[in-house]
């Protein structure tokens, strides 16, 4: 038996999502059961529930998707409801929570840290990894708490008057979130951008929310669609509009090739109006500037041209007078 595990939880907490992807791009099935197989193996008086996230059978191969949805109908997996707050982590911690079990994971669930303290206990919560030439191996840990730099507003202000006083007199001062904190792996975006030009019609997968949008799986890719491109008028908030698994069309909006990130928009909603009138103005006044141009030098390039074989004329003449 592993020692590094605490022998003593009878019900443990799956997070699907974590382990089917840990050390791995896309999560796989495969994985996943060979875990769950191994934990159930080491620990057989455990109990063992396995959550995944709502876009879990849609990001998996697709080999592996009738073994999902019969998972899934056998209750052997569980998904949260649709539009659940916190997606797949909070779905886990509320179980866990509710009958005290432990997690399995390897994620440290940071913006969940203030809301279930528990998860510093002892034995709440347990790694896994899978070994070379071993197979899976658990072990007891505790979750990595979060930075000073990364705490979010609320947060702070939920703070204590001592914690604050510990911080930095700037530390108030939280810097604003990107809109494209995901990073794409450069060969699959790379060939999306091959594959994929602006304007190009495709669908995607509601992968997460954002602060001012959605992310959307497209593939081996995942794309932002902002609030500005989603609808018109714009929603207030993406989770009233849109639905986490919900498969969405949309068109390609354009490119950050520095943050190798997809900006996409719901097909039927441009982008806005003004910034398209003015460059087209823009356009226009060019192209009468030019015509203007063309018109008042035509008459003075045919006189340069004639006056030309006339002193090259004259040339001969006065060398035979000479």
């Known amino acids: ?32 059961n060979e875990a769950v197989l191994a934990f159930m193996k080491e620990f057989p008086s455990t109990k063992v529930t396995v959550v995944v996230d709502a876009t879990f059978g849609h990001r998996i191969d697709r080999r592996e998707r009738n073994e999902f949805d019969e998972a899934i109908n056998n209750n052997e997996l569980v998904a949260p409801p649709a539009g659940a707050v916190g997606r797949g982590d909070g779905f886990v911690l509320t179980i866990a929570d509710k009958v005290k079990a432990s997690i399995l994971s390897n994620d440290s669930y940071q913006e969940f840290h203030d809301q279930y303290k528990w998860l510093f206990d002892e034995g709440r919560l347990i790694g896994g990894k899978p070994v070379p030439n071993v ?7 505790l979750p990595v708490r979060k930075q000073a730099g990364r705490e979010s507003a609320a947060s702070l202000r939920r703070a204590k008057p001592r914690n604050l006083a510990a911080k930095s007199p700037v530390a108030k001062v939280v810097a604003p979130k990107s809109v494209h ?18 304007g190009t019609k495709l669908k995607g997968v509601v992968e997460s929310y954002a602060s001012h949008g959605v992310y959307v799986k497209i593939g081996e890719v995942s794309g932002y669609l902002p609030l500005r491109l989603m609808a018109k008028p714009a929603p207030r908030s993406a989770r009233e509009h849109v639905k986490l698994g919900a498969t969405l069309s949309l068109v390609v909006a354009g490119f950050t090739p520095s943050r190798r990130s997809v900006e996409l928009s719901v097909a039927g909603v441009d982008l806005p109006s003004e910034p398209k009138s003015a460059v087209k103005t823009q356009v226009s006044r060019n192209a009468q500037s030019k015509s203007q141009a063309a018109k008042t030098g035509q008459p003075k390039r045919p006189r340069r041209r004639a006056q030309l074989p006339k002193t090259s004329a004259k040339r001969p003449t006065s060398n035979k007078k000479r």
């Open 1 to 32: 038996m592993n020692e590094g595990v605490n022998k003593s939880f009878t019900h443990v907490v799956v997070d699907g999502s974590n382990i089917a992807t840990e050390g791995r791009g896309d999560p796989s099935l495969r994985q996943l």
């Open 135 to 141: 197979g899976w191996v658990f072990i007891r840990r």
């Open 181 to 198: 904190p995901k990073l794409n792996e450069l060969n699959p975006f790379l060939n999306f951008v091959e594959k994929n030009a602006i």
